[in-house]
């Protein structure tokens, strides 16, 4: 029987740089940064423990020889996890483009906001049948445990919002896509500026967890970030899901400016 692991615990990895490096790495539930000048291996270290979850899961845990993982607790056998790379790596290909109906997607990134949006739409949809199942259940503390199930999504919306505020752009909250609008005109988030989609990714990405214990893994996600969204951001991901485990590689001091190290 599969049971998910709250947190990593524990990282070796014996082969690093031809075998002449030999990391261990015992990680917090909460936020573990790994920063350093270029070329020190933060990317290949995290590329690395990526690769060993997926072979993990698929049953070749000897696939990737020299590293090791621990779960908490020990008896786990997998773990929840989402990645970001905050890189924006040029348009899409055509065969994948053949395939979208909807305008506006060109890059890696409106890709990612294209798959995103289609997850939201179902998250939308199990959650109105749980506050539908709430408010039909005839207990007396029905309305308030509908507005709790709804209270994550609000959160969302209400972030963004925020965070947008400067450019004067807002959620529409009467449509089931993401949508925005700005000066009473209807944006989608497909031209929304690069920082702003990037932000969008990230907070949709760790929303869709539902407050599930999982790893998020993050590599440079202050790329295109203004300093003040670099300094609240692990913040703001851990409001949104207390209970993800952050694994960053970083350049930026905004990022821990607020006591993350």
Known sequence: MEKFAQYINRIEIQSLWAGRKHIVWNLRPE???LS?????GKSTILNRIVSAIRHRESGLIDAIPGISLEFYPADATKIRFDVIRSFDNGLVPASILSKISEEG??????????????????YQVNI???IIAALTSGQPDAQEKAMEISSSKTQFQNL???LFADTEKSIDRGCNELRFEQYDQLLSPYSLSSGEKQMLVLL??????????YALFLDEPE??????????????????NPNAQIILTTHSPALIMN???
Request: hydrophobic share 40%.
């Open 31 to 33: 936020v573990n940064i």
């Open 36 to 40: 350093g000048v270029n070329g020190v």
């Open 105 to 122: 997607v060109r890059s890696e990134l409106d890709w990612r906001i294209y798959e995103l949006q289609r997850r939201y739409l179902d």
């Open 128 to 130: 109105g049948n749980r």
């Open 160 to 162: 963004v919002d925020e």
């Open 204 to 213: 949709l990405t760790v929303l869709l967890q539902d407050k599930k214990p």
């Open 223 to 240: 790329i295109s970030l203004h300093v003040e969204w670099q300094e609240k951001l692990i913040n703001i991901v851990r409001s949104l």
């Open 259 to 261: 006591g993350w190290t």
